[in-house]
Nanobody
């Protein structure tokens, strides 16, 4: 069983910074890529950033402002958010795809989501 828990959200003024954390627990050894998504009220959930053994990637709207990093020893991924804008306001989710074995002995990837942390940027 794998669980992801986000933290670090809150209220911040435009131009400010926040650091989000995503802590993984359980059988996390099979997880390579951890993603950050966000969903604003009335909007579709969008991918924000990812971190894997192959490197990091960002959506264009957050490049040069957000930085994703990870501490593998602590099974934690961070999202440093700088120069925040009101349009960054959303619930932020972390996501992973652990490889799991079924009762029949077959393997599959499982989508695991955290419950989200709310980021509110005031203008």
């Amino acid at each position: 069983q794998v669980q992801l828990v986000e933290s670090g959200g809150g209220l911040v003024q435009a131009g400010g910074s926040l650091r989000l954390s995503c802590a993984a627990s359980g059988s996390t050894f099979s997880i390579d890529t951890i993603d950050w998504y966000r969903q604003a009220t009335g909007k579709q959930r969008e991918w924000v950033a990812s971190s894997s053994s192959g490197g990091t990637n960002y959506t264009d709207s957050v490049k040069e402002r957000f930085t994703i990093s990870r501490d593998n020893a602590k099974n934690t991924v961070f999202l440093q958010m700088n120069l925040l804008k009101p349009e960054d306001t959303a619930v932020y989710y972390c996501h992973g795809r652990p490889l799991v074995v079924t009762d029949s002995g077959r393997y599959r990837y499982l989508d695991v989501w955290g419950q989200g942390t709310l980021v509110t940027v005031s203008s």
